[in-house]
């Protein structure tokens, strides 16, 4: 099925491993992760989206979650062994990373950074996540991901409060902290109520 369409980088290194995988195509654009999970008829719990970080030490990191979860940015630091991390300025993502908002892929970025996916992704056959390009979704297995690029599991996500099905208090936000949690809040916002700036997710 993904001879049909054009290779991306992504593609390109899982050809090299010789890798099955299948790709997905959606139309509409940079949809949210939801949404693209919703046009392809798949559990968004298996759809995952790929957040790109920078550590209090200048190091760069990927983290992989369930496109309708929340990036609890204390535990992502905890995973990555740095006191705070915060997310990448969507203008530094194209010359980081070789892909563009709605369309970065864990595979073939320009570099390979250490990469972290929430424990959840063990938990179902495949996953699916960007294949590269707006527009394209990869679905494959854990294993084949992790032949391709060193995937370490953890728990990165925020925990819905006890009885009540939401997300518990978030922080804000901003750059300056990054303390607190990536959410999901109106227009790409963390839910906290201090947050003050809205600040977009590096959706899938």
Known sequence: MHEKHEKTNAMRQLDRKKAAYTVHSYDGGAL???EVASALGKDPGRC???LVTVGKTGGHYVFMIPVAAELDLRKAASAAGEKSVAMLPQKELLPLTGYIHGGCSPIGMKKQFPTFADATIADGETVCFSGGRVGLQIETTLAVLQSVVPVT???LTVR?????GQPGP???CRPEQVGGTMGNGP???CS???CI???RERKM
Do not use: H
Not at 160 to 164: A, C, E, F, I, N
């Open 153 to 155: 599991l953890a728990d």
């Open 192 to 194: 906290g109520a201090r």
């Open 160 to 164: 819905p409060l006890q009885g009540s």
């Open 187 to 189: 227009d790409g916002a």
């Open 170 to 172: 978030a922080q804000c």
């Open 197 to 199: 700036r809205p600040l």
């Open 48 to 50: 995952f989206k790929t």
């Open 32 to 34: 949210s992760g939801t």
